[in-house]
């Protein structure tokens, strides 16, 4: 096989946003067993953070460093990619996970939910890939994650903001592609369906879980580590050739 084509990530250093937890964690973790170096950021919670990071660094020594940066800002933004210059001297892979799903009826909607929801799903990214791209390789990689809900037929209700913040990223991806195409960077966008973390959980009874797991061909729920390894694959140069697209992980849900 051409070595062009192998899916190591060894030598690499990937940023993954919002990687205290859930799909975030997951993604740090198959980066790293891929052979990255990786950044976990957080907002908030270090102490989540430290235990992704000492997990990783656990299987594979010094891999993984946590960074406290609010990326919804553009100062937040630049600490982190001066934070990751900092500790690993250059960036390949840009993986855009952090995020927030909040569910308003439109006539409740305010200007802080709506603001809060465009800065940290599409403002943060935008800025964060604009402050990346530069530095990156000819062979970089930015990953977005997105949502299946922008594909689907049937739209949760009250998901007006969430679901638009997700669309503006995923055309905001396409046209990325192009742009940093000539440059053999590739940009592409992961779209769980849904997902078994907090995040999900919250606000849903059981009954509704289960219901909505009924639903899938495979008769269950995502789980994180069903996210991870597409991420991976794509931030590898396996993936050369994968660019501008949107690309459901869902287990059949929503074809």
């Given amino acids: 096989m051409s070595n062009s084509l192998t899916t190591s990530l060894a030598g690499k ?21 891929e052979g990255a170096k990786v950044i976990v950021n957080y907002v908030s919670n270090a102490a989540e953070a430290d235990k992704v990071v000492a997990a990783i660094n656990a299987q594979h020594a010094g891999a993984a460093v946590s960074v406290q940066a609010d990326v919804s800002s553009v100062a937040g933004a630049q600490g982190l990619v001066d934070s990751t210059l900092k500790a690993f001297g250059k960036i390949d892979i840009l993986v855009l996970n952090a995020g927030i799903m909040g569910a308003k009826v439109l006539n409740d909607v305010d200007e802080e939910f709506f603001d809060s929801h465009f800065n940290i799903n599409v403002k943060g990214p935008l800025f964060l890939t604009k402050l990346v791209a530069p530095l990156l390789p000819a062979d970089g990689r930015v990953i977005f994650l997105s949502t299946s809900l922008t594909k689907s037929t049937v739209i949760n209700p009250n998901t007006v903001i969430y679901v638009s913040t997700k669309g503006a990223v995923e055309q905001a991806a396409r046209v990325l592609a192009k742009d940093l195409g000539a440059r053999g960077i590739t940009v592409n966008v992961v779209s769980p369906g849904p997902t078994d973390t907090p995040l999900f959980r919250a606000g849903k009874t059981e009954q509704i879980i289960a219901t909505m797991a009924g639903m899938n061909p495979q008769k269950r729920l995502g789980v994180p580590d069903d996210i991870g390894p597409v991420v991976a694959f794509l931030a590898s140069p396996a993936a050369q050739w994968v660019n501008g697209q949107i690309i459901p992980v869902n287990g059949g849900l929503i074809l």
């Fill in 13 to 33: 250093v990937a940023i993954v946003t919002g990687s205290s937890r859930s799909i975030g964690a997951s993604i740090a973790h198959r980066l790293a067993s």
